[in-house]
């Protein structure tokens, strides 16, 4: 499986770890999941390659904001991302957050459409998609309890892949 958020901050590209801003829910809510038996933190990101699970992003330029990202961004990133994830091919795709997702479809696919969150019926090559809310701290309409639920349905995608 692999995570893709919408692009790094500049403190996770500074420290070199998916996530690490301390405000960012993405690592307490990962935990409460119960996605992995143990408790990983931001700086343990690359540990989880043994349990499967890999992390990248739609975009590698890091900005203080999604709303820093312009067209020109997701033109160049989002062909980049398809080709990794053709090459590597990953059972399951993990897109943080619906405006990840749309510019992934949009600028990777040539396709608009509205997704919802979950399992999507789109699948890239034989990966399939699943859109959780994104975890960072700007987006207050979803709790930390909220997201560990969401990083809960994820689990159970997981498990009922049949590979």
Known sequence: ?????????????????YFANPRNRFWPAFNLSKLVERHVTADEDATLLDD??????????PTPMGSGLRAADFRKWAPVLKDKILQNAPKL???????????????GEGVKEKPELGLQGRMICSS???VVPNPSPANAKYSLNDLAEWYGRLREAKKSDPD
């Open 1 to 17: 499986m692999v995570f893709v958020g919408l692009n790094p901050s500049f403190y996770s590209a500074e420290v070199g770890h």
């Open 52 to 61: 499967g699970i890999g992390f990248t992003d739609v975009v590698k330029r």
């Open 93 to 107: 795709v993990c897109f943080h957050g619906l405006m990840a997702y749309k510019a992934y479809l949009q600028y």
């Open 128 to 130: 399939s998609v699943f």
